[in-house]
Nanobody, 120 residues
Framework: QVQLVESGGGTVQAGGSLRLSCAAS????????MNWYRQAPGKQRELVAG???????NYADSVKGRFTISRDNAKNTVHLQMNSLKPEDTAVYYC??????????????WGQGTQVTVSS
């Protein structure tokens, strides 16, 4: 069984930094794209940043220049370094990955989410 587990959320003042991590575990054959999404209260879930298995990255306009996504393929992990945080970055952040497992077909998996709160 494949699982994604996030860590690193918390409360920080505006202008501060946080680093989120997500570890994939289980009977994993390979991982394609890995993404971070977020969902603020009353809003739709949105893509924050993504990284392909070859390291190509993409970012939402709202976080460009402030957030950096990275991955460690050997450890099946993805990270999101968040700098210059703003109150509007407050949300639950979710890890998302397309995974081929030994026990089933390729599919997208989601983590349980981690809360990020930025106070003004």
């Amino acid at each position: 069984q494949v699982q994604l587990v996030e860590s690193g959320g918390g409360t920080v003042q505006a202008g501060g930094s946080l680093r989120l991590s997500c570890a994939a575990s289980g009977s994993i054959f390979s991982i394609n794209d890995m993404n971070w999404y977020r969902q603020a209260p009353g809003k739709q879930r949105e893509l924050v940043a993504g990284v392909t298995n070859l390291g190509r990255t993409n970012y939402a306009d709202s976080v460009k220049g402030r957030f950096t996504i990275s991955r460690d393929n050997a450890k099946n992990t993805v990270h999101l370094q968040m700098n210059s945080l703003k109150p509007e970055d407050t949300a639950v952040y979710y890890c998302n990955a397309e995974i081929w497992s030994f026990s089933g077909p390729r599919r997208w998996y989601w983590g349980q989410g981690t809360q990020v709160t930025v106070s003004s």
